[in-house]
């Protein structure tokens, strides 16, 4: 009882100086590069119905895609979160901008319906073949997937994690190969960008406050993960986190490709 006491009580420190520090310097950071990155694949938005999964609060995020000219369903299993998101001041973008409360495993939407699926930090919380079966079904041949998501391969990441219970929820499974490897063989073109195993080490110039160092030492961990990846895959595995590229299978259920 006492080891489990002082457990407790090192979790609670722990995720206490997380919330004071690391979520709103160097995660918001990496979490500004990941959406970055992930834009870069969503080419010719405009006229584009998009659905964005498990979007939560992420007005900004939104209204990046309304900007490029997509009409985006805001789906999110939460009426609180998607009330937050709305009264986000879109402006001339709100008429783009749909909010839908819906259950990513049971969409109340009908078939081929969306261009485009994106989510960030959603697939990791879900049943992943019954997932993809609604996908495949309320979109169009060919439709477009980008995923940004957290793996779960790395041991002090996985440490991190245990010691931060209180901002998990209990069907959190950070992907791992299988995963990966299960979404490809539903039958979808994809592709996967590792990120985040050098540039994390950026993190302590963020807790003393020096953002600008930060963001030079960030910048330059990612330019290294980049090289070491490429010449060392099974590297890639070490990640935080990866973004998931990929399109649905075509009329003719061969996989359609950009």
């Not at 870069?40 to 000219?69: E, K, N, P």
């Not at 049943?127 to 169009?140: C, H, S, Y």
């Not at 592709?191 to 330059?220: I, N, Q």
Request: with cysteine; hydrophobic share 45%.
């Amino acid at each position: 009882m006492e080891a489990a006491s002082k457990n407790g009580r090192l979790k609670q420190a722990f995720t206490a100086f997380y919330l004071r520090f690391f979520r709103r310097r160097w995660h918001r950071r990496a979490n500004q590069y990941l959406w970055e990155d992930a834009l870069v694949h969503m080419d010719g938005l405009a006229g584009r119905r998009v659905l964005f999964i498990g979007c939560g609060t992420t007005s900004t995020a939104v209204a990046d895609l309304a900007s490029r000219g997509a009409d985006v369903w805001c789906a999110d299993i939460s009426p609180d979160l998607l009330q937050q998101l709305m009264r986000y001041p879109f402006g001339e973008l709100a008429g783009r901008v749909h909010a839908v409360t819906a259950d990513a495993e049971r969409m109340p939407f009908g078939e081929g319906v969306f261009d485009m699926v994106v989510g960030k930090a959603i697939v990791h919380h879900l049943n992943i073949p019954a997932f993809l079966a609604e996908v495949d079904r309320v979109t169009v041949p060919g439709a477009t997937l980008v995923f940004s998501e957290p793996l779960g391969a790395n041991p002090l990441i996985n440490l991190f994690r245990w010691l931060t219970p209180a901002l998990r929820d209990a069907d959190e499974h950070p992907l791992r190969h299988r995963d990966i490897q299960m979404i490809r063989g539903r039958g979808a073109s994809l592709e996967a960008e590792y990120h985040f195993l050098f540039s994390a080490a950026s993190f302590p110039w963020y807790l003393v406050g020096l953002t600008k160092v930060g963001d030079v030492f960030f910048r330059a961990g990612c330019w290294l993960d980049r090289i070491v990846f490429r010449i060392f895959p099974p590297a890639r595995w070490l990640a935080w986190a990866v973004t998931l590229v990929g399109r649905t299978k075509g009329e003719t259920g061969k996989v359609a490709h950009g």
